[in-house]
Structures are given as structure tokens and as C-alpha cells.
């Protein structure tokens, strides 16, 4: 009787553990394979480099007023756009009105000297000509006249330089153009040469950008506007050192044929070839990079399966990456979800 129970279970087991295997079977024959993005490689020996650009005008030109005084009045904002000789500041013209003063004042005394001078030479002359005094006395009149006639210029260009200094107390803009920077305020103290604003011309406008400390500034490149169009770009000059604090190089491009009315600050989006030195380089998605091993690499898809190919990158810029790898031109690779595969992984390649 024992036997046969024992018999009977181990029949049952057997039924059990072959229901269960084909239920595995048949689970791994329903496990979908999974559709990956697939791009061809292709040939690149060279890369783009974007950077961030900042349209600037070409002429900035700070704003200061030629004489020291306290600022009076302000007629300007930051922002606003002026027109050529308009006044942007005024200067407290008390002092400026007391100079003057004193220059006519001095300037009088000057022809009055000049004026007294005169007549003693004309009185001296008459007084050699009757011989009453001597050559030597009219010489020594003579002389006194011209250090009076000298005083006198010396008074008349003291006054102009004062008159000229009160028409500096009105600070004018010397050329149209927009105000991007205005620090002076009414009743502050500015020195000769302080600069107060920055005027930013009328005209070109050109694209600041800043290189990194390892990439020189191009020559060439190209901008791409708020609305999208591509336009070329011209360096116009670069700064003689990296910057020490940045670690870049500041440039200055301008647009050629600039039609456009850039804003004064606008962000721009600029593009640049980085020259690659290999010989031979393949341009691949970014997706497509897997750095999960000890090396970067990259998915070939081969007879619908994932197959990994070391690969040394060369370059990148936002999109792409340019790498050395033994594929052949032509040759597809997975182009997202590489962290997610696996050698011999079976996969089904998207049709578009």
C-alpha cells in the first residue's frame, strides 16, 4: 500500500514540473522583441562647435564729462535712445559762472595795463625825439608794453577756456544711439574722464562670443537668428590672451551683409568647425554612446541583433559625436536606449 502512494506522488511531480517548463516556453516565446532606432554611420572629418553669442554694437563709447562739478540734473535713462547732440546730463554751473568772472575781471585789468603801457611809449618816443630821455628809457617802455599785451592774450584765453568749460557743463551725446549702461545721479560728484554712461552707436552690430581656454577663435562661422535664419560670420578681432579669471578668449564677429535690426544684448545661438585631426572619424548620435563598460562603444545591429564595437570619441557638440571605430561607411547603428542592451540582444529595427 505504501508503495503505491509513493509511486502515485512521484508521478504527480513529474506532471508538475512538466506543466511548469512548458509555461516558462511558452512565456519566452510571447516576450516581445524590442524596436530600437537605427541611423547609418557616416563619414566626418570635421565637427561643429556652438556657443552661446551676445549681439553687441560695435562702437561702445563711455560717456564722461570733461571737468569735475556735481551733476545737476539728468535728462536720460538707461535703455533710452538718443540723438546726436542731445544733452544727457547737466553740471551745477555756480562755480563755472564765478570763473568766468574772475577771467573778465582779469582780462580788464590786462588791457588796462596794456592801455597805460601804450601811452607811455607814445609819450616816450615825442620825449627821445626832443631828446629828453635817453634811447635805453623808450626801450625799457617799449618792453613793459609787450608784457602787457601778453598778460592781455594770456587774459583772453583764460576766458574762453572758461566760457568753453560752462558749455562743458552740458554733457551731449555725440552720436545717436542707445544708452546701455547710466550710473550717474543728480547731486553726485564726478571727476574729469568718469564715465557715467556707455553709448552704444547706431549702425553695425556685431556677435560677442568667448571661446573656450583650449579653442582659439575661429575665423569663420555662422549665426543663427531668433527666427530661425542662418547668417555667416566674419571675425572682426579676438582678444590678444585667455582671460585669466574666465579661461576663454573674447572675439567680436560681425554679420556679413547685416540686414537685420539686432537688439542691443539678444542671445544668439553661433556655429564653428572644430577641425578634427584624425584621419579618419565616423559622426554618430549621441544617444548612440554607451559608456557602461571600461570603455565608450557603440551598437551595431547585425542580423537583428546588438552587437558592441569599442569606439574612441574624438569630438562632440550638442548633437553628435565624432568617433574612431572599425565600422565600415554605411553600417547601422542603434541610435537610442544603448545603456539598455546587452551582446547578442535580439532587437527589431524601426522602419522610419
Excluded at 560717456?63 to 562739478?69: I, K, S, Y
Excluded at 562755480?95 to 580788464?108: G, K, P, R, V
Excluded at 615825442?126 to 592774450?153: D, G, P
Excluded at 564715465?195 to 549665426?223: N, Y
Aim: glycine letters at 6%; a neutral charge.
Amino acid at each position: 500500500m505504501m508503495n503505491f502512494f509513493t509511486l502515485f506522488v512521484f508521478i504527480c511531480a513529474i506532471f508538475w514540473l512538466t506543466a511548469c517548463s512548458g509555461n516558462e516556453e511558452n512565456d519566452l516565446a510571447l516576450t516581445p522583441v524590442p524596436w530600437v532606432k537605427t541611423v547609418q554611420v557616416q563619414m566626418g572629418n570635421q565637427s561643429t562647435l556652438e556657443l552661446s553669442g551676445t549681439v553687441r554694437a560695435r562702437f561702445e563709447t563711455p560717456v564722461a564729462f570733461q571737468l569735475n562739478g556735481r551733476i545737476e540734473t539728468r535728462h536720460i535713462n538707461a535703455g533710452q535712445h538718443v540723438k546726436k547732440n542731445q544733452i544727457l546730463y547737466k553740471l551745477d554751473p555756480r562755480d563755472l559762472n564765478q570763473s568766468i568772472h574772475a577771467a573778465e575781471a582779469d582780462q580788464a585789468a590786462a588791457q588796462a595795463a596794456l592801455a597805460t603801457a601804450t601811452a607811455d611809449v607814445e609819450r616816450d618816443r615825442k620825449l627821445v625825439a626832443e631828446s629828453f630821455i635817453s634811447r635805453q628809457a623808450l626801450e625799457r617802455t617799449e618792453l613793459i608794453q609787450r608784457e602787457a599785451r601778453t598778460r592781455l592774450n594770456a587774459a583772453q584765453a583764460q576766458l574762453q577756456q572758461a566760457r568753453n568749460a560752462l558749455g562743458y557743463a552740458n554733457l551731449r551725446a555725440e552720436d545717436a544711439g542707445i544708452l546701455i549702461e547710466v550710473s550717474g545721479e543728480p547731486n553726485q560728484v564726478v571727476t574729469f574722464g568718469q564715465p557715467i554712461a556707455v553709448l552704444a552707436r547706431d549702425g553695425v552690430r556685431e556677435v560677442e562670443v568667448f571661446f573656450p581656454e583650449d579653442i582659439k577663435p575661429r575665423q569663420t562661422g555662422s549665426v543663427r537668428l531668433a527666427n530661425g535664419s542662418l547668417h555667416p560670420l566674419k571675425l572682426r578681432e579676438s582678444a590678444g590672451a585667455a582671460d585669466a579669471a574666465s579661461r576663454t578668449w573674447r572675439a567680436r564677429y560681425r554679420i556679413t551683409q547685416d540686414k537685420h535690426n539686432l537688439s542691443l544684448g539678444e542671445v544668439v545661438r553661433t556655429r564653428f568647425i572644430k577641425d578634427i585631426s584624425a584621419t579618419k572619424t565616423l559622426k554618430v548620435p549621441l544617444g548612440a554612446l554607451d559608456e557602461r563598460g571600461e570603455g565608450v562603444r557603440i551598437w551595431q545591429l547585425r542580423n537583428n541583433q546588438a552587437s558592441p564595437v569599442p569606439t574612441q570619441i574624438i569630438a562632440l557638440d550638442m548633437e553628435h559625436a565624432w568617433i574612431t571605430a572599425d565600422l565600415p561607411e554605411g553600417s547601422h547603428i542603434i541610435a537610442l536606449g544603448a545603456n539598455q542592451l546587452k551582446p547578442g540582444m535580439a532587437v527589431q529595427a524601426l522602419t522610419r
